[in-house]
């Protein structure tokens, strides 16, 4: 579990950001979809794809393609793109089923369509490494308990909630494929609806930060490592939408920590650990220009 303090750290944040989105809404708009081919990137790579951040934001922003690529992986990017931009022009929709199989069969057209906009079921088994998903005779159910439980809003502190709802979705594994990507979209689409900022899990430390959690979850029922790093990760998108906004310029870490005589790895201890408004921006650490640390 993560502690009251963070709790604090992010409930300030998140009160800061609402006060400054209330006069900024275009450039709100633009920043997030200029976050578009990052979260895409990343999501993909999360899945093994070989498109690389450049590969993706050639085929999404200029509409390139500069190498040979398999069909699939452009599609990927594609259809994972409009999801995320669909979700932009009304991020205070309900987390419903009806709503994430109209998500899956849009992150599906063209690449699976037999499968695409709906749930398992029949003899429609699924395994990833050795964990087995949910009978498929059951799923249906099981999907209607999550979202049911999800959405009876309990007392339980909201990133524990979407934790439960993430490793509980890939657990049970309820699509024939699909379902890291649909599962992170939903995250954010969770956030969104609590007007708060997306989140970009990373590829490079998916096998460190990431899937030991599901390891740990399936064995225990335990998630609270996934409310620590969905905590980690809102911080830091709450520091990036907010300097983002308010700041007059943005720098490097590394430059920042030169200017300010600070050992550059204790700038990036301290990036990870957000205990500095630094944020990344295209794999790179970045942060306010004039942004200076208390005494």
Known sequence: M??????????????EYQQIIATKKEALQEIALAEIPEMVYNSNAI???????????DILLRGQIK????????????????????LLDDPSENLSIDLMLSLH??????????????????????RVGAHLGANPDFVPGLMRELVGKYNRKDDEYFLSRIAYFHAELETIHPFCDGNGRIGRVLINQ???????PPIIIRSKSKTTDYYPLFDKYVLTAKYDGFTALFAALLTEALHRRITL?????????????????VAGNIANNKAL???????????????????RESE
């Open 190 to 196: 969770q956030l969104q609806a609590l007007k708060l």
């Open 2 to 15: 993560i502690n009251q303090i963070t709790k604090n750290k992010i409930q300030r944040l998140a009160e």
């Open 273 to 291: 650990r957000q205990t500095i408004p630094a944020f990344r921006l295209r794999e790179r650490w970045m942060i306010a220009a004039d942004y």
């Open 47 to 57: 899945e093994n794809s070989t498109l690389t951040l450049e590969d993706t934001e």
């Open 67 to 86: 190498r040979d690529h398999d069909i699939r992986e452009i599609y990927e990017a594609k259809n994972l793109a409009k999801i995320t931009e669909y």
């Open 105 to 126: 069969k849009v992150l599906l057209t063209d690449i699976s369509d037999d499968f695409a906009g709906r749930f398992r079921h029949s003899k429609e088994w699924v």
């Open 245 to 261: 906004l308010t700041a007059p310029k943005i720098t490097p870490l590394a430059k920042w920590a030169l200017d300010n005589g």
